[in-house]
């Protein structure tokens, strides 16, 4: 399969790769997927007292599509608030990556990620 | 490193290069100058040339097998022989019964011809194998039936390389009367085969997984004892009426030398892939949570299926960029499921998205083997560094008492 540049970049150098402490009150973590069908992603967001996310890590077992999602949503949420983050559709991401429609799952997958991180650490407020 | 020329092959079960011996041989056959005729063409001496050439190429291939060369058809391929094999078979012999037996580990070109007879009424039973790869004989034997009819198995699998006992299923079969077909696409050229000792009814094979052309195969047809089969393509009634259509001579050709060549070089030919292929084994066993998927014995030299737990397969390949490789992964077939061989062999799904299939061939070198380990050894680790599951691992979790969201 050919990839996008775009993909290929993420892939090579992902961004902000790593993990926060999942029992901290401030993060919020999500982790969505199953082994068994080739992709779980875990999502962490770091939120200020603003409400606006300081800092995010993601770590992904998949295909490069489904790491360049994450790679990809990390960036973009760094800076927003939960709102805006919630405004985040997997078909931005599908569109940013130009990911071709049998990898468009990588990207819903990457859009429950965040929120599933969202309603962790609302629960913890 | 310097003196490695990539991209490196090493998807030989795939297909393999057609051996410039074989291809230079080909090309006396085709254009003006040469014996191009039609071999059917018996008024002239452009067709009595090509008839000349088929013929050899005949007993050559049934020299690689130990047959007689009028028990070789020429079709289009292995897939085309699997289904003149399994259809013929089925078809001739409804009188007697409908039930056909294969195993769950056969390549497509014989499941989806089983599936096509079950949609014409024939019953078929699907063998699970054991966990290496092989048929247990007694579940075998368990399965046939009064009317069962066909028994079709491998020799070779295309994906783990395993080697089927041929030999025993075919004397099971031949008790019972039960036409035994093999699908040997896999094992020509890889495998001794002897078919004055082995009670196998019908063969398959193909001449460009044996370094010859694609778009060529032959189906062995018994005639002692006597195997009847019903054609699936009808015209001229060439092959004895079997299989009709103007022979590709050039194409014959091919397969006849690939297969001279095969028989001459396979027992060096299979040492160095030995060689090679434990050389590649040995680059990753100190790894862990790394697994050989199917039995390391019963296998083909040069194949090392093998799972690096915790990677996903596709994402591993996307590092192995100069490296041609497959992968049992669902993200790299069409249908989003993991490889159904590696499934049958009750490896969970995680192992089969996070398998590689390494095919060693005819001009792999050491110095490719020794590439393909530091390649993917980095890859692995840089994977493993970006994988929550490694992470998991690592912390001692187990990960079949997570509950996954599955999607
Ligand atoms: C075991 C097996 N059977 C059948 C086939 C089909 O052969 P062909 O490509 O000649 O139709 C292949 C190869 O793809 C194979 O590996």
Redesign the interface.
């Known amino acids: ?1 050919a ?1 996008s540049e775009k993909v ?1 970049d993420h ?1 090579e150098n ?1 961004r902000n ?1 790593g ?1 926060m402490d999942k029992d901290a009150q401030e993060v919020g973590t999500g ?12 999502l962490q967001i770091k939120v200020g007292d603003d409400g606006i996310i300081e800092d995010a890590k993601f ?6 599509s ?2 360049a999602s994450s790679s990809l949503l990390t960036e973009w949420v760094k800076g927003k608030s939960l709102d805006e983050v919630q405004e985040i559709k997997n078909t931005d991401i599908a569109e940013e990556l130009e990911l071709p429609p ?1 990898k468009v ?1 990588c990207s ?2 990457a859009e ?1 990620a965040i929120k599933a991180a969202i309603a962790d650490y609302q629960s913890k407020q | 490193m310097s003196n490695v020329k990539t991209p490196i092959y090493m998807d030989y079960s795939s297909t393999t290069p057609t051996d410039q011996r074989v291809a230079d041989k080909m090309a006396e056959f085709l254009t003006v100058d040469t014996a191009f005729g039609n071999p059917a063409s018996s008024s002239h001496v452009f067709g009595w040339n090509a008839d000349v050439a088929v013929k050899n190429a005949r007993q050559q291939v049934a020299d690689l097998i130990n047959a007689d060369p009028r028990e070789i058809v020429w079709t289009s391929g292995a897939t085309e022989a699997n289904n003149l094999a399994i259809k013929g078979a089925a078809h001739f012999n409804t009188r007697k019964g409908k039930h056909i037996v294969t195993s769950k580990t056969e390549h497509k070109a014989v499941l989806d011809t089983c599936r096509q007879l079950e949609r014409e009424g024939f019953e078929v039973t699907y063998l699970d194998p054991m966990d290496n790869g092989l048929i247990d004989l007694e579940v075998l034997k368990a399965a046939l039936r009064d009317d069962t009819t066909v028994v079709s198995i491998m020799h070779v699998n295309n994906e783990i390389g395993v080697i089927q006992d041929i030999a025993a299923i075919g004397e099971i079969c031949r008790e019972r009367k039960i036409v035994f077909h093999v699908d040997a696409a896999q094992s020509t050229g890889k495998c001794p085969i002897d078919l004055e000792e082995l009670k196998v009814d019908l063969m398959s094979m193909c001449a460009h997984k044996t370094y010859g052309p694609k778009g060529i195969g032959a189906l062995f047809v018994r005639r002692k004892p006597r195997v009847r089969i019903e054609a699936q393509i009808h015209g001229g009634g060439h092959e004895r009426g079997m299989r009709s259509g103007t022979l590709a001579t050039h194409q014959i050709v091919g397969m006849g030398e690939c297969f001279r060549i095969a028989k001459e070089e396979m027992a060096t030919e299979n040492d160095r892939l030995l060689m090679l292929r434990n050389r590649l084994y040995d680059g990753f066993k100190d790894m862990e949570e790394v697994y050989v998927n199917g039995d390391l014995e019963q296998r083909v030299a040069g194949n090392l299926n093998i799972s690096f737990n915790f990677v996903e397969g596709e994402s591993l390949m996307m590092s192995l960029k100069d490296i041609a490789v497959s992968s049992g992964s669902a993200c790299t077939s069409a249908s989003l499921e993991p490889s159904y061989v590696l499934r049958a062999l009750g490896r969970n799904d995680e192992l089969a998205h996070s398998s590689l299939r390494f095919t060693l061939g005819r001009f792999t070198t050491v110095e490719d083997v020794d590439y393909a380990i530091k390649q993917t050894r980095a890859a692995v680790e840089k994977l493993r560094d970006l994988s929550p599951l490694w992470d998991m691992y690592n912390d001692g979790i187990d990960l079949d008492t997570v509950e996954w969201t599955a999607h």
């Open positions: 399969m990839y290929i892939y992902p790769v993990a982790m969505v997927g199953a082994p068994a069908c080739g992709d779980v992603m875990k770590k992904t077992y998949g295909c490069g489904a790491i049998v799952h819903v997958l429950d």
